[in-house]
């Protein structure tokens, strides 16, 4: 009898050791070492032409370990006013602030994503931009360079095993680096911050 027990216990860890390797193996096939995601701005460019800043952004990343993924973040946007009025400056969206026209700005960066607890993760995004300012005819007026950097605190939510996933998030904006614009939109740019913060935001996203 004792050894029936022994054995029908053996059989049984066998099973159990059995049932979580299939476990771990079905979790690390979810474990996927790529992605593509974009910020819902992409998908929000409705509203009146004044203020659609025609906003498109994608983001490849690749996961080098359980905590880490480096990615390569492509972006371009029309601006139709200085980036660095505040939220909550009685000035944000005045009319009287609006450029002469648009500044578009484009560029190619990287961006360093880490998880400091569980799904919490914090992001570093640097981008060098191309600007391209045009006057209210739509005529190239002058370009530049700007250095954009940006900071982003967020949490990770896995949508259907895995597969999908969003990350809602809040960050700030830094441009150390930034070419005089022409004389028209400096006007609007004098006295502006360099720099945006608690923009809050949402990404969504594939893994693959």
């Known amino acids: 009898m004792k050894t029936t027990h022994t054995l029908s216990a053996l059989l049984l860890l066998i099973s159990m050791m059995a049932h979580s390797q299939s476990i771990e193996k079905k979790e690390k096939d979810r474990n996927f070492k790529y992605s593509i995601n974009t910020t819902w701005l992409s998908l929000a460019n409705w509203g009146p032409e004044k203020t659609n800043t025609q906003h498109y952004e994608l983001h490849f990343k690749y996961k080098c370990t359980e905590k880490s993924r480096w990615g390569i973040k492509l972006a371009t946007w029309k601006l139709f006013a200085p980036m660095g009025i505040p939220l909550w400056d009685p000035l944000f ?107 809050p935001n949402i990404y969504l996203g594939v893994k693959f």
């Open 93 to 199: 969206l005045k009319e009287s602030e609006f450029y002469p026209g648009r500044l578009h700005e484009k560029g190619i960066g990287i961006t360093y994503q880490h998880f400091i607890w569980k799904r919490l993760f914090t992001t570093i995004e640097v981008m060098p931009q191309w600007k391209t300012y045009r006057d209210t005819n739509k005529k190239v007026v002058g370009r530049g360079f700007k250095l954009y950097t940006s900071y982003h605190i967020g949490y990770h939510i896995p949508m259907f095993k895995n597969r999908f996933f969003i990350e809602p998030q809040l960050h700030g904006q830094y441009w150390p680096i930034d070419t005089p614009a022409p004389d028209a939109f400096r006007e609007k740019d004098k006295s502006k911050n360099n720099f945006f913060l608690f923009e």
